[in-house]
């Protein structure tokens, strides 16, 4: 199990042997008061009970819902407050403050899945029986059998397996998305290995205002080729014409970045951008232009790229040819949401707002490295003004990947691997809980299954009947469970939404996470299956 966690999250791991002496008293503690809490209470219980409560104990069943009005309308308000409780989930999350309607959806969604699991079973059951046709069909009326005495014993169990179920695929669609979303975030801030910016500056709004810093930028330049052997390197400057023209929409809309001013890269220095990242390079004609921007402003691109079908730039009047918002950048240029990009001639004569240099290591970068080079190479010092008082700060217009990793994904990796561990163990639960209540009636199970045998019933066919049985009691617990990942995760995808790789991601989450979750409940399943078979037929 820890080796597929730490496959996952593309981690090294090493298989090895240590004993923990506390652990081993930890556990050996947990279990002497396991063992005596569930003595005691067994011996509380059975002081009470009478020899009759004692024989008949095996057939004591929880309380039917009698009435079948009863039945519906429990299950028809259980699937109301789930209604509701989706759709006050779905609003907290898109809010700023989504705590206390959160916390309200959350104790719906529990009530709601006791409730339809509870009374779903009782209503399948008396469905079945009310229709002489389906009940006397096949091997139905000997699987009903079976079936009732399972729902009207384990309702409350049935449904504490179904929460834990829906807590299994919440906590996977939680661990994949906060994986995608540094992944995401790791590719947007750090799209190359090394980055140098700062370099040199035209402009007086610029981050550092008018600046020229080439001379330590060799040096910062000599430093890494010493260290590190070079796969890639692009340099490329960033311009501006001090318009606003797209900026302005963008400002009214509340998500603009630092610069609010329209930022332009020439053609041939994005294609180079993109060749070093692995991505396929665009093509413009002479009077076109194209933006990319920012996932968190695809609306907001969207409709300023429909407003101004047409730009005039530095003298060219450019028609739009498309946008996207997939695959940005945030490392192309720092607080610049999109770029507009347009055709080499077109920047000729434009201010420089930046010179950025980017570089690809044969080697993984490290974190040591960040530190030496701005140990040994130093950083850049500015000039800032507050209250009519000049001041001097220090800025480092490098960043390495190797640094980034270090910084950034403890926190990460220890969130999202214990959520995936809790699901592991959640599936194991459930799993094993279905199949020791399955495997623990096979005396009964066995005294049934040899009358059909000596009543003249094939072999194969008493198989089949063992796996619908079977089946439709490992059903039970995950059909609303199922239905629950998908509108849950539908509703997460509105706060994860912008910061992860693709606005489709959520689709990919819940497949993976009921396709993992079915893939062991199937190993269980099988086990059950094989193991319920023995006990019953080939003793």
């Keep these: 199990m820890t080796f597929i966690i730490m496959s996952i999250f593309e981690m090294p791991y090493q298989v ?29 219980r059975i002081r009470r009970m009478k020899i009759y409560d004692l024989l008949y104990l095996n057939k004591q069943n929880e309380k039917q819902i009698s009435k079948k009005r009863r039945r519906i309308y429990l299950f028809v308000s259980s699937v109301i407050v789930g209604i509701l409780s989706f759709v006050l989930c779905d609003s907290a999350l898109q809010g700023e403050m989504p705590g206390l309607d959160l916390l309200i959806s959350i104790i719906g969604f529990i009530f709601s899945i006791y409730g339809v699991t509870i009374s779903v079973g009782d209503m399948l059951l008396s469905l079945v029986l009310r229709h002489t046709k389906l009940k006397y069909r096949k091997d139905h009326l000997f699987i009903v059998r079976e079936f009732s005495s399972k729902v009207r014993t384990m309702g409350m169990t049935l449904g504490t397996l179904s929460l834990l179920t829906a807590l299994t695929f919440l906590s996977i669609n939680l661990s994949l998305m906060m994986k995608d979303a540094f992944e995401h975030q790791t590719n947007s801030s750090m799209p190359y290995d090394i980055i140098i910016d700062t370099i040199y500056s035209e402009v007086d709004e610029s981050m550092a205002g008018k600046i020229d810093k080439r001379d330590l930028f060799r040096k910062y330049d000599q430093y ?70 920012n996932q968190d ?163 194969q066919s008493l198989y089949k009947t063992i796996r619908k049985q079977l089946f439709i009691y490992f059903a039970l617990p995950i059909f609303y469970p199922i239905l629950i990942n998908i509108i849950t995760t539908y509703s997460l995808n509105h706060l994860f939404g912008p910061i992860l790789s693709t606005p489709t991601f959520w689709i990919f989450t819940v497949f993976f996470s009921t396709g993992l979750f079915l893939l062991i409940y199937l190993i269980y399943f099988l086990a059950t299956y094989f193991s319920f078979k023995k006990n019953t037929l080939e003793r």
């Design 16 to 44: 090895s042997f240590t004993v923990s002496i506390p652990a081993v008293i930890l556990t050996l503690l947990y279990f002497i008061f396991i063992y005596l809490f569930v003595l005691c209470a067994s011996y509380i």
């Design 224 to 293: 890494i080729k010493d260290h590190y052997e070079l796969t890639g390197k692009v340099d490329y400057n960033l311009y501006t014409m001090r318009t606003t023209t797209l900026a302005n929409d963008l400002d009214d809309m509340g998500v603009l970045g630092y610069y609010k001013m329209d930022t332009y890269i020439s053609l041939s220095d994005y294609n180079k951008l993109l060749r070093m990242r692995g991505d396929k390079p665009i093509t413009l004609k002479e009077n076109e232009y194209y933006v990319h921007g």
């Design 297 to 459: 402003i695809h609306k907001g691109i969207k409709e300023i790229v429909q407003k101004h079908k047409t730009l005039d730039i530095n003298g060219y009047t450019l028609k739009n040819k498309g946008y996207t918002t997939i695959d940005y950048a945030s490392g192309w240029g720092v607080g610049i949401p999109y770029l507009i990009i347009v055709p080499d001639q077109v920047v000729e004569g434009m201010p420089i707002l930046d010179r950025i240099v980017a570089y690809n290591t044969k080697e993984e970068t490290t974190e040591q490295f960040s530190i030496d080079m701005e140990k040994e190479v130093g950083v850049i010092t500015l000039e800032g003004e507050y209250n009519g008082e000049t001041y001097n700060y220090e800025v480092t217009p490098f960043k390495v990947k190797g640094a980034f990793l270090a910084e950034n994904r403890t926190a990460f990796t220890m969130i999202a691997f214990s959520l995936l561990y809790l699901a592991f163990i959640f599936t194991a639960v459930v799993g094993t809980i279905l199949a020791i209540q399955t495997l623990s009636d096979g005396t009964r199970h066995q005294y049934h299954y040899s009358l059909l045998r000596k009543l003249g019933v094939e072999k």
